[in-house]
C-alpha cells in the first residue's frame, strides 16, 4: 500500500555526467536498486497569478509549501499532495488519484473525501491555485540493504518543463533547463548517512546546495523575461 504521509531530511547535489556515472558504480555495490529503479516523473505545480507559493518557497526561511500532483509515466496513479518544509526537514501528505479522478478535480474541485484531501482542498481555494507548470525528469532510485534503513538515493536526469503543455500524462513541447547534462542526485533520511556514503562524497568533493526544481526554473525564467525587457 502507498504511503500518504513522509517525514525526512533530503540533501541535494548537482553532478557532472562523469560523477554520476561514478556514483553509480559504487551503490551497485553499496546499496540495493530501489523496486521502482527507474521511472520518468511528470509533476505538475500550482500557483495562482501572484506566484505566491514559489516566491514564498525561494525566499521563505522556516517554513516553505508547494502543491503538486505528481505521475509516474506508464501508471494509472496520480499523486496529490502537499510537500512542505520546515526547520531542514520535509513533510509530504497526499492522496492518491486514478488519471480520471485527477481530471475530474481539475474541472470541479471535487476530491474523494479525507482529511488530506481536505487540507488540500481548503488550499486549493484559499490560495486560488492552478495548474502553473509541467515538470519532467527521469529518475534512478537506490535503497540502503538495511532493512531498518530508510537511507534512499535516487539521480534525477533530463529536466525539462513547459507552461503550454500541462497534460500530466504528455512529455511534449518540453524545454530542457541544463545546457550541458547535468544530474540532480537527493540523499534522502531521517538519520544520518553511513560513514562509507560520507567518506565517498569528501573525497570527491561534491557538495550539497538548494536546488527547487521548480525553483531554479521559475528564477531562470525571470531573469530571462528581464533581459529581454
Request: a positive charge; aromatic letters at 14%.
Amino acid at each position: 500500500m502507498a504511503k500518504d504521509f513522509f517525514k525526512r531530511k533530503e540533501k541535494k547535489y548537482v553532478l557532472t555526467q562523469q560523477q554520476f556515472e561514478d556514483f553509480k558504480s559504487l551503490l551497485e555495490e553499496k546499496m540495493a536498486r530501489d523496486p521502482y529503479f527507474v521511472t520518468q516523473n511528470n509533476t505538475i505545480y500550482f500557483d495562482n497569478d501572484n506566484d505566491e507559493m514559489i516566491v514564498n518557497s525561494i525566499h521563505g526561511t522556516d517554513y516553505k509549501c508547494k502543491v503538486r500532483a505528481r505521475h509516474y509515466a506508464g501508471t494509472a496513479q496520480t499523486f496529490l499532495e502537499i510537500k512542505s518544509k520546515i526547520y531542514g526537514t520535509v513533510f509530504k501528505r497526499r492522496i492518491i488519484l486514478s488519471i480520471d479522478q485527477y481530471r475530474h478535480f481539475l474541472d470541479t474541485g471535487e476530491l474523494p473525501d479525507s482529511q488530506i484531501a481536505r487540507e488540500l482542498a481548503y488550499i486549493f481555494e484559499s490560495k486560488a491555485l492552478y495548474p502553473k507548470i509541467f515538470i519532467i525528469y527521469n529518475r534512478t532510485s537506490y535503497k540502503s540493504k538495511d532493512d531498518l534503513s530508510d537511507l534512499r538515493i535516487t539521480f534525477d536526469e533530463r529536466l525539462r518543463s513547459s507552461t503550454s503543455n500541462l497534460d500530466i500524462t504528455l512529455d511534449e513541447e518540453m524545454t530542457p533547463f541544463f545546457e550541458d547534462p547535468r544530474i540532480i542526485m537527493e540523499i534522502k533520511t531521517k538519520e544520518g548517512m553511513p560513514p562509507w556514503l560520507v567518506n565517498y562524497i569528501s573525497s570527491q568533493q561534491i557538495y550539497p546546495q538548494s536546488f527547487s526544481k521548480y525553483g531554479k526554473i521559475f528564477t531562470k525564467a525571470r531573469k530571462a523575461i528581464l533581459e529581454f525587457v
